[in-house]
């Protein structure tokens, strides 16, 4: 009863610890081919997903809130889950611009603002739209203002994709590090248990 | 003499509103961004009600009130027109909802860098602020300026 009393009280002052971080899919999706590039040169493709966690989110370059917040976190978080997974565990994070048109010329330097290895890439409408809908993800361009600024709607969730390339979990707002990093741990012994049955 | 010293009084952006302005910063924008934001908590010290109403930036093109919405999983920019602040009431401007969103800068912004705000409200007062440019550190419980993200 002592542990039990100790274990709400823990709850109830560790809110962020509550929080839902992330939902696990009922069932693994498969994500179809894909291919996009930076203006290095550099390639994203379905094969990049093979044999590591990668975290796939979508932006883009004129987001002065939400992106800055959800990359910076996504930082805390991987570093939190490199404490807690094998180093060839811990996930590649990916940003995909849907705003190729304004990003495409140094869409590369924006992910590694956050974190050395964090990668970033746009592509053709056709190819952001076919992962965009195979992860269930979305984004919408608005219309232009009188100044020709338009705003981007996007999914404020992040996708996790395991080394078998299928989908499998989303992360969701405010990526509590902690939090996020014990998600992902744990997701990863799921996939591990079920590879072994 | 006395001329110069009356001058002196008359503060430059014209009426001062009854507003203290705190933790005024601007976090780093990332490379290449054209677009990015400020954040800041506005309390209205006056009896009265205030109207904020528009923005403007020293060294940016154009200057904006916006709030981040996520609705279910989508998450949207609104412009916001005009911001009512109650006497005694206190608005936060933070990650996930209201920023001033700073937009084409002349030059990109660096750290320890100051950025010159003028907050302009509906009774033609305005107020001066200067905001920090601060490199964000996130997960913890707050940047260099202390803001929490």
């Known amino acids: 009863m002592k542990k039990l009393a100790a274990l709400l009280l823990a709850l109830v002052a560790t809110p962020a610890a509550a929080q839902v971080q992330g939902v696990m899919l009922d069932a693994p999706v498969e994500l179809p081919d894909f291919g996009f590039t930076n203006e290095l040169g550099e390639e994203f493709t379905d094969k990049d997903l093979e044999d590591q966690w990668t975290i796939v989110m979508f932006g883009f370059l004129s987001c002065p809130d939400v992106c800055p917040f959800t990359l910076g976190n996504l930082e805390a978080a991987i570093s939190e889950t490199g404490l807690r997974v094998r180093p060839d565990n811990v996930p590649n994070v990916v940003f995909i611009s849907v705003d190729p048109e304004r990003d495409a010329a140094f869409v590369s330097e924006y992910a590694k603002f956050f974190h050395p290895e964090f990668e970033s890439f746009t592509g053709d409408r056709e190819q952001i739209d076919t992962l965009i809908e195979a992860t269930d993800s979305f984004y919408r361009l608005l219309k232009p203002d009188h100044t020709g600024h338009y705003e981007v709607q996007h999914s404020s969730s992040v996708s996790v994709i395991a080394p078998d390339g299928t989908l499998r979990a989303k992360l969701q707002p405010p990526f509590d590090p902690g939090a996020t990093a014990e998600f992902l741990a744990r997701l990863q012994i799921t996939y591990r248990k079920e590879l072994s049955n | ?149």
């Not at chain 2, 001058?7 to 302005?21: H, K, M, S």
């Not at chain 2, 961004?33 to 506005?42: E, L, P």
């Not at chain 2, 412009?79 to 030059?107: C, K, R, T």
């Open chain 2, 1 to 149: 003499m006395r001329m110069a010293l009356a001058l002196l009084l008359v503060p430059a952006t014209g009426l001062v509103a009854d507003i203290t302005v705190d933790k005024p910063i601007i976090p780093l924008a990332p490379p290449g961004a054209m677009v990015h934001a400020a954040y800041m908590t506005i309390s209205n010290t006056d009896d009265v009600v205030k109207q904020l109403v528009g923005v403007s930036a020293e060294g940016y093109a154009m200057a904006h009130m916006h709030k981040t919405e996520v609705k279910g999983d989508v998450a949207t920019m609104l412009a916001v027109d005009v911001l009512e602040i109650a006497p005694g009431q206190s608005v936060v401007f933070e990650s996930g909802g209201l920023h001033l969103m700073l937009m084409h800068p002349e030059a990109p912004a660096r750290v320890g860098d100051t950025v010159a705000l003028t907050l302009e409200f509906s009774d033609g007062s305005t107020d001066a602020v200067s905001a920090k440019v601060v490199k964000m550190i996130h997960g913890g419980h707050g940047s260099q300026g202390d803001h929490g993200s």
